[in-house]
């Protein structure tokens, strides 16, 4: 049924049950598992994006430096995830499922959307955090913007982050 799956990651703890439905239903279909994390200030472990005007926010530190405390942050965020991902994708691998991963920076529910279309991808799995209501609308929901605008099949699987 399935030949190619598209799992999203983030960097939460959640990100491991998302990862093992992802796994769970290559491995049934004998897909191959394409693994996907977004970079985005969106994340919630993101390093918090530089203002625009930086004086106003840090009028102790000079922009040089602050660019440069964010850079690093940035940068050590970025590894992060390549890690996670090239972990994931070892176990992938070891169990015998096909897989491969990427890392883009952008805005994550319209990244997901297109990286599935590119791939050709039959299915995304997807975590939800369980916000709804006003909640959902203030924070946005990456998983309620990929439902609504993926050409195919998505898989929403509800997480509870810990409190």
């Given at each position: 049924?399935?030949?190619?799956?598209?799992?999203?990651?983030?960097?939460?703890?959640?990100?491991?049950?998302?990862?093992?439905?992802?796994?769970s239903l290559a491995e049934k279909y004998q897909?191959?598992?394409?693994?996907?994390?977004?970079?985005?200030?969106?994340?919630?472990?993101?390093?918090?994006?530089?203002?625009?005007?930086?004086?106003?926010?840090?009028?102790?530190?000079?922009?040089?430096?602050?660019?440069?405390?964010?850079?690093?942050?940035?940068?050590?965020?970025?590894?992060?995830?390549?890690?996670?991902?090239?972990?994931?994708?070892?176990?992938?691998?070891?169990?015998?499922?096909?897989?491969?991963?990427?890392?883009i920076v952008g805005s994550p529910g319209k990244t997901i959307c297109q990286v599935a279309k590119d791939l050709g991808a039959e299915v995304i799995v997807i975590g939800h955090r369980g916000r709804w209501g006003l909640a959902e609308i203030l924070m946005g929901s990456v998983s309620n913007y990929v439902f609504h605008h993926a050409l195919c099949c998505v898989l929403v699987v509800p997480t509870q982050e810990p409190a």
């Open positions: 049924m399935f030949t190619k799956v598209l799992v999203a990651l983030d960097m939460s703890e959640s990100a491991k049950v998302v990862f093992s439905q992802g796994l897909a191959h598992l394409h693994l996907l994390h977004v970079l985005s200030a969106e994340e919630e472990s993101s390093p918090v994006p530089i203002p625009l005007n930086l004086d106003e926010v840090y009028p102790a530190t000079g922009n040089e430096l602050t660019l440069e405390l964010w850079r690093e942050q940035w940068d050590k965020f970025e590894k992060q995830g390549i890690e996670s991902l090239q972990h994931r994708c070892d176990q992938a691998v070891s169990v015998g499922v096909p897989t491969d991963f990427q890392q």
